[in-house]
């Protein structure tokens, strides 16, 4: 792809038509402010105060003759590119640490089959469960996904796209949808269509403002948890735009996730945040001006392990089962747009309290937990954490452009990148070569304690066979499936996760551990069963 030119800010906008006439007009920002105080407020003093409205609206003069006709808010982050250079062009640079599609489940990665399709039955994430890729693919690598729009978007490049070598794209400039009308619906063999009208909101932003607090159904907002995804995902065109984590109005640290706002000022519930001492403040806004609610919420300092909770956190966003009734979840539920944002020592009791269960096994029987990726999770209250290390000094940290400019990196990569910029600010007393012979260390260790709580599983879910083909009683097979359900919890908690090895060492091999005892249980309490079971017709 072209390389992009940056041009000074005022040239560069006014080039491509963001300022029009009103750029050195301050009549029409007061026009603006007139009605919304709320944002001029916000812009007053900010980093921003030299830019116009119109540098990200478009279309005000019709606006401000007929209040219908609302705005256009542009999402590109090229527009952030052209002061921010060197934090955009990091943004979209490729990760070589990471292969396109390499699945969690092929030999060697962290949840290898033939286990992992076993251990999910028939969820839908066994069509394809892959590694995380650079933030520039985020929205990319999703759609094209096996598992998520039944295979209908497809690169234009065919496996040509996986040879990218960086740089700002939009969507749609590299895929194709190969099927006509919206159907949400597997269209391929081996793909099935999990995606969901919430999985965009953490992929990117393009259609925040048409989107009401919570993915709610509302008047006036032309997105909600029930709309087709497909039509949605039409209007997606850019990966975890800037505005995501950083305010345009007040060029201020925020997050913009509803169900991570909804989390963080949760009252039924404790959560990682609302129990920290040395918590984050916010200040939550109400932005929705169009008819319906439509919260962000701007934090007191910067705090990355907030930002990156918008999106690496356990979470549900797809429909499920009442434990409770028995009675399917469907996506006009809240529960289908839900943050836990507590660790895997109480994810269980809270998903009790929620009243929600993702799927059940095909084999045993038992309501479980999809879980997804909860890094944020892991991290807090881990030991770096509390030495108050967040996420961007280990992915995003400080480092120097050609001109020796510093910067802050945004290629959100991992650490093995450049360990100078990382490790090695603390642990100065080591090398490059050490701190990778300790990641290694670590990882190793932490796959050994998988693969053993992945053993134990194996053996409970023969046990679970056994017991079936000998008529155990019902209550056995409820006992065994409320452990199995603990077992799995704990398992897929450290699977689903990124990094977790190193996040939290501790807490990773404790859960496991607690896996390990519950699978063995089960198994038990199964067998026992079945020799009580067979022991009298044995004995004649």
């Not at 401000?64 to 060197?86: A, D, R, W």
């Amino acid at each position: 792809m072209r390389k992009l030119q940056f041009l000074p800010l005022a040239a560069a906008l006014s080039l491509l038509g963001f300022f029009g006439s009103a750029y050195a007009a301050p009549a029409a920002d007061a026009n603006c402010t007139a009605c919304h105080a709320n944002i001029g407020a916000m812009h007053s003093g900010s980093k921003h105060e030299q830019l116009a409205c119109t540098t990200c609206h478009d279309g005000t003069a019709e606006h401000l003759k007929n209040q219908k006709q609302h705005p256009t808010v542009s999402m590109n982050p090229q527009q952030c590119g052209t002061c921010h250079q060197n934090q955009f062009d990091s943004m979209y640079k490729v990760n070589y640490h990471r292969t396109a599609r390499d699945s969690k489940k092929n030999y060697g990665n962290i949840a290898p089959n033939p286990f992992f399709d076993e251990a999910l039955g028939a969820h839908g994430f066994v069509k394809e469960h892959d590694l995380p890729r650079s933030h520039a693919f985020a929205a990319v690598d999703q759609f094209i996904c096996d598992r998520a729009f039944g295979g209908r978007f497809e690169p234009k490049e065919g496996w040509l796209f996986s040879g990218d070598e960086g740089g700002f794209f939009g969507v749609w400039e590299k895929l194709n949808d190969t099927v006509e009308g919206n159907a949400q619906k597997p269209h391929k063999p081996g793909t099935a269509a999990a995606a969901n009208p919430v999985c965009w909101t953490c992929k990117s932003t393009d259609v925040m403002m048409d989107w009401a607090y919570l993915g709610d159904p509302k008047a006036g907002a032309k997105w909600s948890r029930a709309s087709n995804p497909v039509d949605l995902v039409h209007n997606i065109n850019h990966s975890v735009n800037c505005n995501m984590c950083h305010d345009p109005h007040s060029a201020k640290p925020r997050v913009v996730r509803d169900a991570l706002i909804q989390a963080m000022t949760r009252t039924d519930y404790p959560t990682l945040y609302s129990e920290s001492a040395n918590k984050t403040p916010i200040e939550v806004k109400d932005m929705g001006l169009r008819g319906f609610t439509r919260k962000i919420a701007i934090l007191g300092k910067s705090d990355s392990k907030l930002m990156c909770a918008q999106c690496h956190v356990e979470y549900n966003c797809n429909p499920g089962t009442d434990p409770a009734t028995g009675k399917p979840i469907k996506m006009d539920d809240p529960r289908t747009n839900l943050f836990p944002l507590v660790d895997v020592t109480k994810i269980d009791d809270f998903y009790k309290h929620a009243s929600f269960k993702d799927f059940k096994h095909n084999q045993t029987g038992a309501l479980l937990t999809k879980m997804q990726h909860p890094d944020a999770e892991i991290f807090w209250n881990s030991k770096h954490d509390k030495l108050g290390i967040g996420c961007a000094a280990c992915h995003m940290p400080k480092v120097k452009d050609a001109n020796g400019n510093a910067y802050t990196s945004h290629w959100a990569t991992t650490p093995r990148a450049y360990i100078q910029e990382t490790c090695l600010q603390c642990h100065k007393d080591k090398s490059e070569a050490q701190m990778n012979r300790v990641l290694d260390s670590m990882n190793a260790h932490y796959m050994g304690k998988l693969r053993e709580a992945e053993g134990s599983m194996n053996q409970m879910f023969i046990a679970f066979r056994q017991a079936k083909d000998a008529g155990v009683s019902p209550d056995v097979i409820k006992q065994a499936q409320d452990l199995h359900s603990v077992a799995h919890t704990n398992w897929e908690w450290w699977t689903a996760a990124n990094g977790a090895w190193f996040h939290n060492m501790p807490q990773a091999k404790a859960s496991l551990a607690k896996s390990v005892q519950a699978s063995q249980q089960a198994t038990k309490l199964l067998r026992d069963a079945v020799a009580a079971k067979t022991a009298p017709a044995a004995a004649k």
